[in-house]
């Protein structure tokens, strides 16, 4: 059994589960969902693939997913994104406090007014804390 697998079944997630969560992550480094299929795109174009379109990046890693990455479009990610083959299949966000990943959950789940609104009470309670 690959130990990244293992791993992921160890914390009750399957495989699909962590590469989602894995690319939505590396989605919101590059800034959107746009963002990650234009550097992905970049990549494609480089090794001679067809480019991805916003609405198979949208059924991969969108709020309601309605397909998983698979090895060949999860090595395109990696490869993509300068990570090493499996990268993917590990849950990189372990070590995230349990606050900060259910704050980042619900701000994913959320339409664009709910977004606006905790990112409105996380700065009032910012400016709070900080005098």
Do not use: C
């Not at 174009?45 to 991969?60: F, M, N, V």
């Amino acid at each position: 059994m690959d130990i990244h697998k293992g791993f992921a079944k160890i914390r009750n997630m399957n495989v699909k589960e962590v590469r989602r969560r894995n690319a939505q992550d590396l989605a919101d480094s590059v800034g959107d969902h746009v963002a990650f299929r234009d550097h992905i795109n970049r990549y494609r174009k480089r090794t001679g693939k067809d480019p991805l379109s916003q609405q198979y990046i949208s059924a991969i890693i969108g709020k309601t997913p309605t397909k998983g990455i698979g090895h060949n479009m999860g090595n395109d990610i990696e490869a993509a994104f300068d990570k090493e083959d499996g990268w993917l299949d590990f849950p990189h966000w372990q070590n995230q406090d349990d606050t900060e990943a259910k704050l980042l959950e619900l701000f994913r789940q959320s339409d664009e007014r709910g977004k606006a609104a905790i990112l409105n009470i996380a700065e009032q309670e910012a400016l709070h804390s900080s005098v």
